[in-house]
Every structure is written in C-alpha cells, then in structure tokens.
C-alpha cells in the first residue's frame, strides 16, 4: 500500500494550516483561492507532479489563513501520492481545520504522457 491511499483525517500535515475569525458569519459569501505552483510525487515513478488546486468555500466562523495554506501545500513536495488521494486528504485537512460550511477543491494536473486530470472533491456541512 502506498503513503496517502486512504484519506485520513488528522493528517499529519495539517497542524499547518491556521485560521482567523470570520467577520461576516451570518452571510454566505464565496472565498475562491487558486494554487498555481502544488507540487507532489508520483508514488510509482518517483517523478513530480505539477498541478495547479482551487479551492471554493463558503466560511462559517474561519477563514484559512493564505500563508498558512501556501506552508501546509509545500508539505506534499515530496510525498508519493496519487492525484486522487492528495485532493481528498488535502480536502479532509481542509474541513477539518477550517470548518466551512461548503467546500470544493478542484486539482487539475499536468499531462504527463499525453494525459492531464482534473480531480474535483467537495464537502458540505449537514444542517
């Protein structure tokens, strides 16, 4: 089995990520922060992945603090792991530290091959 195949919560990284207060707490207003620069391994070749995350999140009482976030990303530049389990950990992180009432991360990878991937992961609070 390889590092990251099964989305955990309290990953080891995410004592990275930090928040503050949200201001606006009865409103539902979008946050959209994109990613250009994430990069990962490739669990099978030992090779990089670039990819460029968006995240889209509707804040309840925090707000992700961006030099945080930018810290806890850079973690995963050296970890072999597939597309598909660093979104879904990196979501799980997410909503587990920040706590927002909806959130969608989208992935989307560099062809490697001839072949790109967009990986789309979302969580919503129950009411």
């Not at 990251?4 to 995410?14: C, D, H, K, L, M």
Request: with cysteine; aromatic share 12%; glycine share 6%.
């Amino acid at each position: 089995m390889f590092q990251g195949e099964i989305a955990v919560p309290g990953t080891p990284f995410q004592d990275q990520l930090e928040c503050f207060d949200n201001s606006f707490p009865n409103r539902d207003y979008h946050i959209e922060i994109e990613c250009p620069e994430f990069t990962s391994m490739c669990p099978k070749t030992g090779q990089p992945d670039f990819g460029t995350l968006i995240f889209r999140y509707v804040p309840d009482q925090k707000c992700v603090e961006l030099k945080s976030l930018k810290l806890y990303l850079q973690k995963f530049r050296n970890e072999g792991i597939f597309y598909e389990n660093v979104t879904n950990r990196i979501l799980d992180d997410f909503v587990l530290i920040v706590n927002p009432r909806s959130v969608t991360l989208e992935s989307h990878w560099g062809a490697r091959g001839g072949i790109s991937s967009v990986i789309t992961v979302s969580h919503e609070k129950t009411k």
